[in-house]
């Protein structure tokens, strides 16, 4: 009788055990169908993402160099237009300084009379021609200063607008490389690394510890 309840007693403990092993087996079949059913989930959500962030990219590209190419079209003619105005300066220069003679010809002549004496000190004709020609040539010389100030200060502004100009073309070139990188990586790149702090850390997400 002893023999049989331990028998028994044994039996029901092979039957527990095949239970428990039994419903283990369908726990671990039910979380890799689980986790089969994840992956593939997962799978088709970074492929429909990747292929919206390549598009994305694609048309960002084309973007940028449009952009690019507006910039440097615009750089194009800034540095045609200072070329312009540095020859327009050189001229003015030019004419600025052939007036400088004949102003002290005339400033000369002025002075020269001023040392006439009794009877001839006499406000004449030639007196008066001569401060007319004063009063035209420091017109003149008036009107090229303030002409030549204007042209320098243009200068100075496009020559500020070409080097911000360059700068977006830089900044441009640089967006352009690192896009046209993002948009050539693929999944079987080998040299690809996660970056610490650059995803969130998921709170539904299972660890190797889980």
């Known amino acids: 009788e002893q023999w049989y309840q331990r028998r028994v007693r044994g039996h029901r403990s092979n039957n527990k055990n095949y239970l428990n092993a039994e419903s ?9 169908n689980e986790s089969k059913r994840l992956t593939d989930e997962t799978d088709e959500i970074t492929r429909h993402t990747q292929e919206d962030v390549n598009k994305k990219l694609a048309q960002r590209l084309r973007e940028l160099n449009f952009w690019k190419d507006e910039v440097q079209s615009q750089l194009q003619a800034v540095d045609m237009e ?10 003015l220069e030019n004419s600025l300084e052939a007036t400088e003679h004949p102003q002290s010809v005339t400033t000369s002549c002025l002075t020269y009379r001023q040392g006439r004496e009794g009877i001839d000190m006499v406000h004449d004709d030639v007196e008066i021609n001569l401060l007319k020609e004063v009063e035209v040539i420091d017109g003149v010389r008036s009107v ?3 002409t030549l100030e ?3 200060e243009q200068i100075r502004r496009l020559r500020s607008a070409k080097y911000f100009l360059q700068k977006d073309v830089a900044d441009k070139n640089a967006a352009i490389s690192i896009d046209d990188t993002c948009h050539t990586i693929t999944n079987r790149d080998s040299d690809i690394h996660l970056y ?7 709170v ?3 660890t190797p510890a889980d």
Request: glycine content about 6%; overall charge positive; hydrophobic content about 35%.
């Open 150 to 152: 204007q042209t320098v």
């Open 144 to 146: 090229l200063m303030r």
């Open 196 to 202: 610490e702090g650059v995803t969130a850390d998921n």
């Open 24 to 32: 283990e087996r369908a726990g671990a079949e039910r979380l890799q």
């Open 204 to 206: 539904n997400s299972v």
């Open 82 to 91: 200072i070329e312009t105005l540095l020859k327009h300066k050189a001229k």
